[in-house]
């Protein structure tokens, strides 16, 4: 009776014993190739995940979605690709708990973002962030100025914590609600307290063309210092 499988076929597809050895090679390879390619795509493109636990997810998706229904993916090479992908996981923990440089090469650091109402501009420029998303990300938590604000990190995930202000200790702030910010101008109209749209550096000024004390850009919004409505 003949096998209903062919299984040289199936474990290997007809290739030699020694393929198995290049299938770790290239695992480990790509598995290093793909973990560099995230880490410098930036937190904004794994956020909510880990880069190692996206890498993981890719690895093992391609590796369990390819032998299903392509006859020329062998299982052995497949399951090779599963057990190396484990060891890999296993020596990159074992190195995240080990070394902190590790840990930060690869997962990032926490960075302060606002700093008492103001962008942190050493960190916030390092981070691939726009200012339009990280001003969503804010109105989402019910930010309405940055006045609100008394920190507010970007996690390794690229997740946002904030950290508020009392109610008596909130103070004038650039607006980010789309209808306040977009009145920007160079030219101020009347007196007032105004934010630098860049650093949000706060300044009374008069109604003449002004530089920000801290970055030097000469844009500005009228600030606001409404209690924040939750």
Not at 114 to 139: C, M, N, P, T
């Amino acid at each position: 009776m003949d096998e209903i499988f062919e299984w040289k076929r199936v474990l290997l597809n007809d290739l030699p014993i020694t393929f198995v050895l290049e299938v770790i090679f290239r695992t480990v390879v790509m598995f290093i190739v793909v973990l560099l390619t995230l880490k410098f795509t930036g937190k904004r493109g794994v956020k909510q995940l880990s880069i190692f636990e996206v890498v993981i997810i890719i690895s093992l998706g391609s590796a369990a979605g390819d032998p299903m229904f392509y006859e020329d993916v062998g299982l052995i090479p497949a399951i090779m690709v599963f057990m190396c992908i484990l060891a890999m996981y296993r020596s990159v923990t074992w190195l995240l708990g080990k070394s902190k440089r590790f840990e930060n090469f690869i997962e990032g650091k926490t960075k302060c973002i606002i700093e008492d109402g103001q962008f942190s501009l050493s960190s916030f420029e390092k981070e691939d962030l726009a200012q339009d998303e990280f001003f969503a990300e804010l109105r989402l938590k019910s930010v309405e100025h940055l006045g609100q604000v008394r920190y507010a990190y970007i996690e390794t995930n690229g997740a946002i914590s904030i950290y508020f202000y009392e109610d008596k200790d909130i103070k004038y702030g650039l607006p980010i609600r789309p209808q306040l910010f977009n009145l920007k101008t160079r030219n101020i109209p009347k007196s007032g307290v105004y934010a630098c749209t860049f650093c949000a550096n706060i300044q009374q000024l008069e109604p003449v063309a002004a530089n920000c004390s801290v970055c030097g850009r000469d844009e500005w919004a009228e600030a606001i210092n409404t209690k924040r409505i939750v």
